[in-house]
């Protein structure tokens, strides 16, 4: 079988080792197959890479990444309005989703394209409207100053589930991701003497203040792939 390509955040794993002096010759990937750690430094550390992201936790306790919803709602939501095609009526609209957690309404298409059905039909005289789906996720269409290529043209989303204090959300998802590749390495922990976790920050972009959470790792290290020097470790409590 052959060997697995490294994704993107692997890369820039790679790209900080290296910044960091440590020699490409020195650098294994995967020294063990699919299994941890994703990379063997100079035959003792081993070390593991992850995202950084944003969670959302449910009121059962359970917790998703909040791209698992924000990602195909977007998809969903620009191919349903690219399918209206220009304007028939010499109007277009430019339209800002606002949503939150949890989904209440799955199958929400028929609804919205309904709805949006009149100002594609010059129905619609208002300069701004809004469009309640649900209590949880709702459309704001604002009329264009002269007709685009399109009826509807996406303007942009909020997810009101991003976002919060920095370093308290900061400290809760990095419990979240810290937890979770804590769990993955436990059966392959006596391996190495050294294991180093590697979380890419796609939340933050940095942090002024110290961060502390609790952690079994030798060294977790957030970097950003804009900048190297900005990378820091993360203390154990």
Not at 79 to 86: D, R, W
Not at 192 to 206: K, N, R, S
Request: charged fraction near 30%; aromatic fraction near 10%; hydrophobic fraction near 40%.
């Amino acid at each position: 079988m052959p060997k697995r390509e490294m994704d993107q955040s692997e890369a820039w794993a790679k790209d900080y080792l290296l910044y960091r002096g440590f020699k490409a010759e020195d650098m294994v990937f995967e020294p063990d197959g699919n299994v941890p750690p994703d990379f063997l430094v100079e035959g003792r550390i081993a070390v593991e890479v992850r995202r950084l992201n944003q969670h959302w936790q449910a009121a059962s306790g359970d917790v998703e990444p909040v791209e698992k919803l924000s990602m195909p709602l977007l998809i969903r939501l620009r191919k349903l309005l690219e399918a209206f095609g220009p304007p028939s009526n010499g109007v277009s609209w430019y339209v800002f989703h606002r949503f939150e957690r949890p989904q209440l309404t799955k199958d929400w298409e028929p609804i919205l394209r309904r709805e949006l059905q009149p100002f594609q039909d010059g129905q619609i005289q208002d300069r701004d409207r809004t469009i309640h789906v649900d209590p949880n996720f709702n459309v704001r269409l604002v009329r264009r100053a002269a007709p685009g290529s399109s009826t509807f043209i996406w303007g942009g989303g909020s997810d009101f589930d991003k976002g919060g204090w920095v370093i308290p959300e900061l400290e809760k998802n990095l419990a979240i991701c810290i937890g979770e590749k804590s769990a993955k390495i436990a059966d392959n922990r006596k391996k190495y003497p050294e294991w180093w976790l590697i979380l890419v920050d796609h939340m933050m972009g940095g942090t002024p203040e110290a961060v502390h959470v609790e952690h079994d790792w030798d060294k977790v290290l957030i970097i950003h792939p804009s900048n190297w020097g900005w990378a820091y470790e993360v203390r154990n409590t």
